[in-house]
Nanobody
């Protein structure tokens, strides 16, 4: 059974930074990418960023230049460094594992999510 566990969420003031981490309980041979989604109250879920096993990355326009996704394949970890945070970044952030095909990302496994709150 695949388990994805997120950590690193919390409360931060606008302009601050947070780093989210996601660990996988096992190596998932059927996937070639991992990503982060977020969902704010009353809003649709949004793909924030994903990274393939070859290191190719893709970001939502709303976070480009502020967020950086990275991974450590040896440790089955993926990270999301979030800088210059804005109140509109407030959401539950979920780690996913899935497949990237022709520039699109399809999540297959989900973590429970971690809350990120940006407020003064």
């Amino acid at each position: 059974q695949v388990q994805l566990v997120e950590s690193g969420g919390g409360f931060v003031q606008p302009g601050g930074s947070l780093r989210l981490s996601c660990s996988s309980s096992t190596i998932i041979v059927s996937i070639n990418a991992m990503g982060w989604y977020r969902q704010a109250p009353g809003k649709e879920r949004e793909l924030v960023a994903y990274i393939t096993t070859t290191g190719r990355t893709n970001y939502a326009d709303s976070v480009k230049g502020r967020f950086t996704i990275s991974r450590d394949n040896a440790k089955n970890m993926v990270y999301l460094q979030m800088n210059s945070l804005k109140p509109e970044d407030t959401a539950v952030y979920s780690c996913t594992a899935g497949t990237s095909i022709s520039g699109s990302y399809y999540p297959h496994y989900w973590g429970q999510g971690t809350q990120v709150t940006v407020s003064s």
